[in-house]
């Protein structure tokens, strides 16, 4: 018959190792547990050592109701339940009684204390009170615990001696230290120890760069030591502190292709499930916007809308913020049925979820519990116990789950303590920089040294332990790698660690090259001359010189002649901004309407609308304003009371449409906007522009599309009509800002409304060097559209004038502008099609939408825009024209 035998251990990892050890030899009826778990076991089997987890969020359920005297002013703040559950730990694991310590702070904390146990579990005990009832049972141990074996500790915590002790008179006790540090309270004991001389392992320091360097390092030597035979079981990477790593050690691991396990977890954020709470906390944070429900919905796995299509989004407006419930609500009503994937309306089910998070973070529990399941909920749960709602972006960062790999078959990353516990072959350990390794000793938050010694509340401090560890490590290895990092992350000098300042070191340089490179990335850098024939990097080094030639290089802008792609766009009808781009940045044209790139998006919630926004606000207020007053007897002979009724409600309904479909400022900026778009269409209607005999009015009318979509309104002509500019073979596409037509459509006045400044010598502008073309095109267009015999007046009217300046500019020679127009245009279609597109006079401009696509360097504007003058030939020269 197999007897029982313990094995008592000191951390997860070291637990694990033994399990998977006991389990390779066939062994039966090995018990493997801590010291609490052993007290627990012995005082009675359905008694369990306190889960700090449940410790704290019991601290945070009972803070409010106990006077904390002096601390009473920081009891309610986010960090005090942790703070509260650190304390008690090292109180307990001490074997300190707060009670008589005779302090009205600790007088607090043991009020607290008490009613704190009162209210765990009636299963979970402090460690005193195991060890109290242990050692009144401790007559089973021989059948309840066997020989015992102590592996892995170089120390123990006071509140478990006197046990341990206890039971070395009972049964076999074994110490098995091997060449770790043997504590001096064994030496009077009945235990065992089982003691082995040190190993004298080869030992290399290394100087790194930074802790990126140091990692990069640390993948290179395992990869050589996998080259060489040795099995990834026997490797180990470690720090006194792993968090300070984690994500260099995350991204190298992903990027070396190599799997190595995280001892501690890696953080719960790097994860879908992790994604899918931050998801939720982003919303509930941060507010409701359409962006944040479209990543949080196809993440979570409960609530309503687990079985929503995920092309459910198409009913709603792609550009809509969509911030707040009301806003969702209007968007999806006006949805039919028909839109929605499967045929079925889910407006209610999306509402109900819309309108929980609407709430904010008062629902955050509600929200997680409707939305979230599995692992998912877990994980939120664990988040609102460490801290309130409002704080879940921090303590959703600090989450760690278990990464699904197993450490007895690779290598692992992992804390010092842990690994010195289960000791490896061949390890590696970073960090090894003063302050860091040893790391300072600090007071506890709550009970500073004066009011009880550190010595007492904390008998077995980090630096102390750290320098076991080392030692521990180092004695139990084959090889050891140390490493320190020269600068840390804000390029501050860093000195090592006194506990290596014996050891000669090893200079790396950042660019060093590797004998063995951990990742493809890391290979090519380390191999110039290969990495050079790589396309990326002939194209690159072909891109850089170019930028730096003074000539015009297909990487400024020479392109294949006559393109199919721009002669396919030159041939649909263009409208008078992008005629105005390919007259004055050519490239730009090729990137926006050639490639389709798009500037990148505005945020949910700009800071203000710019200028360009800001003109559509206006236009958009102008058109209904006016639809209502043609409505209503003409704009012609509406009083001044009318225009603005007219504008009050333009100006709702605008607002309403804006916020479904794109994102506003804050409301007391979009407030102040709106009523600066509502003043400036009143000053735009307001304009004392005599009226035309039984003149007719329109706004915003379009003409010459190729895809016309009926609006409703009763126009002037056809949408469709082509309109061609003379000599050009190019058709002319756009909305004009306000038409009047007189009733015998023999005289019409077309204004292009400015919403921006009132520029200088206005009075001369004919295009403007190309950059004003709305006026003669759209007057021309117009020209064509209601056939000959009508008289066209063309003007551009600044309605945030100045009181006593002029506000209208008539175009004096519409034939002669518009032959200006047509050469120019020619010019620019012949060079562009010649496969001559660089940059233009734009291209500096403070509203070029593509700049970030330029070479960052300011001398580069500088050194081509002259040449691209002298490339472009007649193209360039409508730069200069009034």
Same mark, same amino acid.
């Given at each position: 018959?197999?007897?029982r035998r313990?094995?008592v251990?000191?951390?997860?990892?070291?637990g694990?190792?033994?399990?998977?050890?006991?389990?390779r030899?066939n062994?039966a009826?090995?018990q493997?547990v801590?010291?609490g778990?052993?007290?627990?076991?012995?005082?009675?089997?359905?008694?369990q050592?306190v889960?700090l987890?449940?410790?704290?969020?019991t601290?945070s359920?009972?803070?409010?109701?106990?006077?904390?005297?002096?601390?009473?002013?920081i009891?309610?703040?986010?960090?005090?339940?942790?703070?509260?559950?650190?304390?008690?730990?090292?109180a307990?694991?001490?074997?300190?009684?707060?009670?008589?310590v005779?302090?009205?702070?600790?007088d607090?904390?043991?009020?607290?204390?008490?009613?704190?146990?009162?209210?765990?579990?009636?299963?979970?005990k402090?460690?005193?009170?195991?060890?109290?009832?242990?050692?009144?049972?401790i007559?089973?141990a021989?059948?309840?615990?066997?020989p015992?074996?102590?592996?892995?500790?170089?120390?123990?915590?006071?509140?478990w001696?006197?046990?341990?002790?206890a039971?070395a008179?009972?049964i076999?006790?074994?110490w098995?230290?091997g060449?770790?540090h043997?504590?001096?309270?064994?030496?009077a004991s009945k235990?065992?120890?089982?003691?082995?001389?040190?190993a004298?392992?080869?030992?290399?320091?290394?100087?790194?760069?930074?802790?990126?360097?140091?990692?990069?390092?640390a993948?290179r030597?395992?990869?050589?030591?996998?080259?060489?035979?040795?099995s990834?079981s026997?490797i180990?990477?470690a720090?006194?502190?792993?968090?300070?790593?984690?994500?260099?050690?995350?991204?190298?691991?992903r990027?070396a292709n190599?799997?190595?396990?995280?001892?501690h977890g890696?953080?719960?954020l790097?994860?879908?499930?992790?994604?899918?709470?931050?998801?939720?906390?982003?919303? !509930?944070?941060?507010?409701? &916007?359409?962006?944040?429900?479209?990543? @949080? =919905?196809? /993440?979570?796995? %409960?609530?309503?809308l #687990?079985?929503?299509?995920?092309?459910?989004?198409?009913v709603?407006?792609?550009d809509a913020?969509?911030?707040?419930?009301?806003r969702?609500e209007?968007?999806?009503t006006?949805a039919?049925?028909?839109?929605?994937p499967?045929?079925?309306?889910?407006?209610?089910?999306?509402?109900e979820?819309?309108?929980l998070?609407?709430?904010?973070t008062?629902?955050a529990?509600?929200?997680g519990?409707?939305?979230l399941?599995?692992v998912q909920?877990?994980?939120w749960?664990?988040a609102?116990?460490?801290?309130p709602?409002?704080?879940?972006?921090?303590?959703?960062?600090?989450?760690?789950?278990?990464?699904?790999?197993?450490?007895?078959?690779?290598?692992i990353?992992t804390s010092? !303590?842990?690994?010195?516990s &289960?000791?490896r072959?061949?390890?590696? @350990? =970073?960090? /090894?920089?003063? %302050?860091?390794w040893? #790391?300072?000793i600090?007071?506890?938050?709550?009970i500073?040294?004066?009011?009880?010694?550190?010595e007492?509340?904390?008998?077995?401090p980090v630096?102390?332990g750290?320098?076991r560890?080392?030692?521990?490590?180092?004695?139990?290895?084959?090889?050891?790698q140390?490493s320190?990092?020269r600068?840390d992350?804000?390029?501050?000098?860093?000195?090592?660690?006194p506990?290596?300042?014996d050891?000669t070191g090893?200079?790396?340089?950042?660019?060093?090259?590797?004998?063995?490179?951990?990742s493809?990335?890391?290979?090519?850098?380390?191999?110039?001359s290969?990495?050079?024939?790589?396309?990326i990097a002939?194209s690159?080094?072909?891109?850089w010189?170019?930028?730096?030639?003074?000539?015009?290089?297909p990487h400024?802008?020479l392109i294949?002649?006559?393109?199919a792609?721009?002669?396919k766009?030159?041939? #649909?009808?263009l409208?008078?901004?992008?005629?105005?781009i390919?007259l004055r940045?050519?490239?730009?044209f090729?990137?926006?309407?050639?490639?389709?790139?798009k500037?990148?998006?505005d945020?949910?919630?700009?800071?203000t609308?710019d200028?360009?926004a800001?003109?559509?606000?206006?236009h958009?207020?102008?058109?209904?304003?006016?639809?209502?007053?043609?409505?209503?007897?003409?704009?012609a002979?509406?009083?001044p009371?009318?225009?603005?009724?007219?504008?009050?409600?333009?100006?709702?309904r605008?607002?309403?449409?804006?916020?479904?479909?794109?994102?506003v400022?804050p409301?007391v900026?979009?407030h102040?906007?709106?009523?600066?778009g509502?003043?400036l269409?009143a000053?735009?209607?307001?304009?004392g522009?005599?009226?035309?005999?039984n003149?007719?009015?329109?706004?915003?009318?379009p003409?010459?599309?190729a895809d016309?979509?009926?609006?409703g309104?009763?126009l002037?002509?056809?949408?469709?009509?082509?309109?061609?500019?003379?000599?050009?073979?190019?058709?002319?596409?756009?909305?004009?800002?306000?038409?009047d037509?007189?009733g015998d459509?023999s005289?019409?006045?077309?204004?292009d409304?400015?919403t921006g400044?009132?520029?200088?010598?206005m009075?001369e502008v004919?295009?403007?060097?190309?950059?004003?073309?709305q006026?003669?095109l759209?007057?021309?267009?117009?020209?064509?559209?209601?056939?000959?015999?009508?008289t066209?007046?063309?003007?551009?009217l600044?309605?945030?004038?100045?009181?006593g300046d002029?506000?209208?500019?008539?175009?004096?020679?519409?034939?002669?502008a518009?032959a200006?127009?047509s050469s120019a245009?020619?010019?620019?279609?012949?060079a562009m099609?010649?496969g001559?597109?660089?940059?233009?006079?734009?291209?500096?401009?403070?509203?070029?939408?593509?700049?970030?696509?330029?070479?960052?360097n300011?001398?580069?504007l500088?050194?081509?825009?002259?040449?691209?003058v002298i490339?472009?030939?007649?193209?360039a020269a409508v730069?200069?024209?009034?």
């Amino acid at each position: 018959m197999q007897l029982r035998r313990t094995v008592v251990v000191h951390t997860i990892l070291a637990g694990h190792m033994v399990r998977v050890d006991a389990a390779r030899r066939n062994e039966a009826g090995v018990q493997v547990v801590t010291m609490g778990q052993l007290a627990a076991r012995l005082a009675g089997g359905l008694l369990q050592p306190v889960d700090l987890h449940v410790l704290t969020e019991t601290v945070s359920d009972t803070l409010p109701d106990v006077e904390m005297g002096e601390l009473e002013p920081i009891k309610e703040l986010p960090g005090m339940p942790a703070a509260v559950t650190a304390t008690f730990d090292k109180a307990w694991r001490a074997g300190v009684d707060l009670s008589v310590v005779g302090h009205p702070r600790t007088d607090a904390l043991a009020a607290l204390e008490q009613a704190v146990v009162q209210r765990l579990p009636a299963s979970m005990k402090r460690p005193g009170d195991l060890v109290e009832m242990a050692l009144r049972r401790i007559g089973h141990a021989p059948a309840v615990i066997g020989p015992l074996e102590i592996q892995g500790h170089s120390e123990m915590s006071p509140c478990w001696r006197p046990l341990l002790i206890a039971l070395a008179g009972i049964i076999p006790v074994s110490w098995i230290a091997g060449p770790r540090h043997v504590p001096d309270w064994l030496k009077a004991s009945k235990v065992e120890v089982m003691a082995l001389p040190p190993a004298e392992p080869p030992v290399e320091v290394f100087s790194c760069a930074n802790q990126v360097h140091e990692v990069g390092e640390a993948f290179r030597w395992m990869r050589a030591l996998l080259v060489k035979g040795v099995s990834a079981s026997d490797i180990a990477i470690a720090a006194s502190s792993p968090g300070d790593y984690d994500d260099h050690m995350f991204s190298t691991a992903r990027d070396a292709n190599l799997q190595i396990h995280f001892v501690h977890g890696v953080k719960a954020l790097t994860t879908r499930d992790g994604q899918a709470v931050a998801a939720l906390a982003e919303v !509930l944070v941060k507010g409701l &916007s359409q962006e944040r429900v479209r990543r @949080l =919905l196809p /993440l979570t796995q %409960g609530g309503p809308l #687990r079985d929503l299509p995920g092309e459910w989004t198409r009913v709603l407006p792609v550009d809509a913020p969509l911030t707040s419930a009301e806003r969702w609500e209007r968007v999806l009503t006006q949805a039919d049925d028909a839109e929605w994937p499967d045929g079925k309306n889910r407006t209610a089910d999306v509402m109900e979820v819309i309108r929980l998070l609407d709430r904010g973070t008062e629902s955050a529990e509600l929200a997680g519990e409707t939305l979230l399941s599995g692992v998912q909920r877990s994980l939120w749960r664990r988040a609102l116990r460490e801290g309130p709602a409002q704080a879940l972006p921090v303590t959703l960062a600090s989450l760690r789950i278990e990464d699904g790999i197993e450490p007895a078959t690779n290598a692992i990353w992992t804390s010092a !303590l842990a690994l010195a516990s &289960s000791p490896r072959s061949h390890v590696w @350990l =970073l960090g /090894l920089n003063a %302050g860091r390794w040893p #790391r300072r000793i600090s007071e506890d938050r709550l009970i500073p040294d004066h009011v009880l010694p550190i010595e007492q509340l904390d008998p077995l401090p980090v630096a102390d332990g750290d320098k076991r560890d080392l030692k521990t490590i180092v004695r139990m290895a084959q090889s050891v790698q140390i490493s320190f990092s020269r600068r840390d992350a804000e390029g501050r000098m860093l000195g090592r660690s006194p506990l290596i300042s014996d050891l000669t070191g090893t200079y790396l340089d950042r660019a060093g090259t590797p004998e063995h490179a951990f990742s493809e990335a890391d290979r090519l850098l380390a191999r110039p001359s290969e990495f050079s024939h790589l396309p990326i990097a002939v194209s690159g080094l072909a891109c850089w010189r170019d930028w730096h030639r003074n000539e015009i290089t297909p990487h400024d802008g020479l392109i294949a002649p006559a393109h199919a792609r721009l002669s396919k766009l030159l041939e #649909r009808p263009l409208s008078a901004t992008s005629l105005k781009i390919l007259l004055r940045d050519p490239i730009r044209f090729v990137w926006r309407y050639g490639l389709g790139w798009k500037a990148p998006e505005d945020a949910d919630e700009p800071l203000t609308l710019d200028p360009n926004a800001f003109g559509t606000f206006v236009h958009a207020v102008l058109r209904d304003a006016v639809e209502l007053l043609e409505g209503d007897g003409g704009i012609a002979s509406a009083d001044p009371e009318r225009i603005e009724a007219a504008l009050a409600d333009a100006r709702d309904r605008a607002v309403a449409k804006w916020e479904d479909a794109q994102p506003v400022p804050p409301d007391v900026i979009w407030h102040s906007t709106t009523a600066r778009g509502h003043a400036l269409a009143a000053a735009a209607l307001g304009y004392g522009l005599g009226p035309l005999p039984n003149q007719k009015t329109w706004c915003e009318i379009p003409f010459g599309k190729a895809d016309p979509k009926d609006d409703g309104r009763d126009l002037p002509w056809s949408l469709n009509a082509p309109v061609e500019i003379p000599g050009t073979g190019l058709l002319i596409e756009g909305q004009i800002d306000r038409l009047d037509l007189s009733g015998d459509r023999s005289r019409a006045r077309v204004i292009d409304y400015k919403t921006g400044r009132l520029g200088k010598k206005m009075n001369e502008v004919v295009i403007k060097g190309g950059a004003e073309l709305q006026r003669c095109l759209y007057a021309f267009a117009v020209k064509t559209l209601l056939g000959g015999g009508v008289t066209i007046e063309a003007s551009l009217l600044y309605p945030n004038a100045a009181e006593g300046d002029r506000a209208v500019f008539p175009l004096a020679d519409l034939d002669g502008a518009l032959a200006k127009v047509s050469s120019a245009v020619v010019a620019s279609r012949d060079a562009m099609l010649s496969g001559v597109a660089p940059l233009g006079e734009d291209a500096a401009g403070d509203y070029n939408d593509h700049a970030f696509a330029l070479p960052a360097n300011p001398g580069y504007l500088q050194r081509k825009l002259p040449l691209a003058v002298i490339k472009l030939g007649p193209a360039a020269a409508v730069w200069e024209e009034p």
